[in-house]
């Protein structure tokens, strides 16, 4: 991993990426060109060798003298090992760095706000990729193709971010240390949010086969409902399942409807005030049969939706939650409709939302 030439430039510091052989391999620094493949220990006091050498391989911060312009400075180095390469992040201890922290810290704060910047539109990219393959009636190859594309892109936005995620965890005591705590924490937040999007993008593009095979609706609906019964006290809500005499059976990909069961589930908590008592509080789920469909219902009592939003619920990256990817129910429909089945929503304001699942039956 590499950071790109946009983050190496803007680095208020010494930064170098070495090889096993700790030769240079890239650098922050201006004049790179004449350092790429020269020794990095040709820079580190002598005293202080056999130091470097022993901890490279470790994740480890060490206090050691780096010589530049044939002066030797005072460093604070922070080791980040990858296999056999080794992140180099030289914090400078010196006096007048010192004084120009508040300085430098302005400064990261702009380099950030660049960096979300960018990543915003790199976002609106890959949302328009994900429309055009939810929508347009693609043949099989070319769809593959975009969904490939599609998934470049992503990778080509979570490697620098994974970088920029490791130097703000190290940068971080020194932001505490300057009051200035809440801006490494923020830009962290926003990083694990794009990675959570960046995943789920990821998982919804990758082609995969799916096994398929007999499944008892009663049984995965319960089994799904012991997951949540913690979090369900937690909330203050009580959970009602009504399951079918009949015993429905489909034919499908357990696992891919338990992820659609386990997102309609959190989603209707989430949707829950906790400040209500457990009897006001509560999810219902029904599981019975419709002529030649299987249903699942699942129906809470909380805040509800406006019609608008209905209509935008699955849409990729829509979400009315403020941590929310807005891919989750995007993914759900898709999986439902792989099953040759449907996702119904019906919801008042103030009254709650019912969300159901239609799904032909498999007949014995």
């Known amino acids: 991993m590499y950071l790109t030439d946009t983050i190496l430039k803007d680095l208020p510091f010494p930064y170098f990426l070495i090889d096993e052989t700790n030769h240079i391999v890239s650098t922050s620094l201006s004049n790179q060109n004449g350092l790429i493949g020269q020794p990095f220990i040709k820079l580190i006091k002598l005293e202080d060798i056999a130091y470097f050498c022993a901890l490279r391989n470790d994740r480890s911060v060490l206090n050691m003298q780096l010589l530049f312009s044939d002066t030797y400075f005072n460093y604070r180095v922070y080791i980040v090992p990858e296999n056999q390469r080794s992140h180099l992040f030289c914090y400078p201890l010196f006096d007048n760095f010192t004084q120009n922290i508040e300085k430098d810290t302005e400064e990261l704060e702009k380099k950030l ?7 915003n539109e790199k976002k609106k990219l890959i949302n328009k990729t994900a429309l055009k393959i939810n929508e347009a009636n693609f043949s099989n190859e070319y769809a593959t193709n975009l969904s490939t594309l599609a998934a470049s892109m992503a990778h080509e936005i979570r490697n620098p971010l994974t970088t920029v995620k490791g130097f703000l965890q190290l940068l971080r005591p020194h932001l505490i240390e ?50 949540f019964e913690s ?54 789920i029904t599981v019975g049969i419709i002529d030649d469909y299987s249903f699942i219902n699942i129906v809470d009592t909380g805040l509800g939706m406006t019609k608008e939003t209905i209509n935008s619920l699955f849409q990729p990256f829509f979400s009315t939650k403020k941590s929310g990817t807005g891919i989750g129910l ?30 032909p039956i498999k007949n014995n």
């Open 231 to 284: 979090e369900a006290i937690i909330k203050n809500t009580s959970f009602s399942i009504k399951l079918s005499q009949e015993d429905p059976t489909i034919y499908g990909d357990d696992k891919q409807l338990k992820q659609v069961l386990v997102n309609l589930i959190k989603n209707a908590l989430e949707a829950i005030e906790p400040n209500r008592s457990s009897k006001e509080n509560k999810i219902t």
């Open 178 to 227: 300057l009051g200035r705590e809440e801006y490494a924490d923020i830009a962290l937040e926003e990083i694990n949010r794009a990675n959570e999007i960046i995943h789920e993008f990821l998982n919804a593009a990758k082609p995969t086969d799916h096994k398929k095979s007999i499944i008892h609706l009663n049984k995965i609906v319960r089994d799904t409902l012991l997951l």
């Open 113 to 119: 706000l660049k960096f979300s910047m960018e990543l």
């Open 330 to 359: 995007s993914i759900c429909k898709q999986i439902i409709e792989e099953h040759s089945g449907e996702i119904k929503i019906e919801s008042d304001v103030g009254c709650g939302t019912k969300m159901q699942i239609l799904l």
